[in-house]
């Protein structure tokens, strides 16, 4: 692929992407502060881009109009929200908009003024040109809206557990067969200057996933992250939407379905789980038959979430859950079954595979937990 360089007003553009650009309103060297993320939940939708609040109230100022952050020719865009593009980048909730096929000249001509009733800048870039069906990426990727800050970790409010599949049943005391896993996470989005989203801790985060440890904290399911904001590939997939985002989630508030791959290219693959009864060295679809070749033999587990932001800061939460998906069975007794005893005071041990309850057996056998 040819590739051109162009050096100027501090931006490096490789083809037609920026690897680093400033913010499209003044002051263009400053952090501004973001209101919504890339990925949040909407209505019907994902949020496209990134809301960039002015500097400033008053709407009539300077610092409210909007300008491109590329040399090239702009289009009005169509709908309900009025916004303008230039090349593959999109300035949305605009008045005073720049006439289609105008040409304007990088941080000196602006393309608008933001809205009064809106009083943010949705901002947000695309993999295509239109009309061919583009992928829309993350605004606030290291070294694209620069200079960009976030000091505070994300928070994980809530962990719990549903059967899988349809009826969204809460799971409580025990989990077992497949099970479906829904977080309550947000973020600040705070930065050193004291910037937060109004009110505060209420964007999404940028990844989440889990991990499942026994109770020597060693990882006994690796790391399983598959909601992550990189790229958008169809933003109006409501199917998408709705296994990323569980139900009660709104623009302020996000559940996470974390047990699902939403974006997996095969839609077999996106309702996903944890098979608590998986059959060791088989894919997860496939339940053990009994305990012993069990990769979660019946015992406490650590379920481990952790949510991350853009700039990697992080919460880590965990939960301690009881796997309960066999009978228990006996492995041995001593005599060996249909043996005999000779001395009437001879001991009778069995040997069950799980801990058993002792109130429910006389007093004269030895229960051993294998």
Known sequence: MRKILIISAGIIIFGSYLLGYNWPLKPFD???????TFGEYRNGHFHKGVDIKPFGSDTTDTLHLVYSIISDTSYRTNGGNPGVRVGKYYYIHLKNRIQSETYVTAFQDTVGRIQPTEAHLHFHWTSRYPPLSDTVLNPLWTGALTPYADSTNPYIDSI?????????????????RKVDMLVVARDTRTDTTGHAPSPPGTTSVYRIGYEILNTL???????????????????TSTSQLNLTYGSGSIISHFRY????DPFNPDPSLQNWYWNTKQKVGEPDSVDADCIEDAKFPDDYYWVKVLAYDIRDNFDAESVKVYLDNFLPKVLNTYPKNNGN????????IVIFSESMDTNTITSSIRCVFC
């Open 160 to 176: 719990k557990f549903y059967r899988q599949g349809p009826g969204d049943t809460l799971l409580t005391d025990t989990l077992n």
């Open 30 to 36: 400053k952090r501004h502060q973001i209101n919504s």
């Open 257 to 260: 379905w974390i047990t699902n």
């Open 341 to 348: 005893a000779n001395n009437p005071d001879t001991n009778i």
């Open 217 to 235: 904290c060693n990882i006994v399911k690796p790391y399983w992250e598959k909601i992550r904001f990189d790229t958008i590939p169809d933003p």
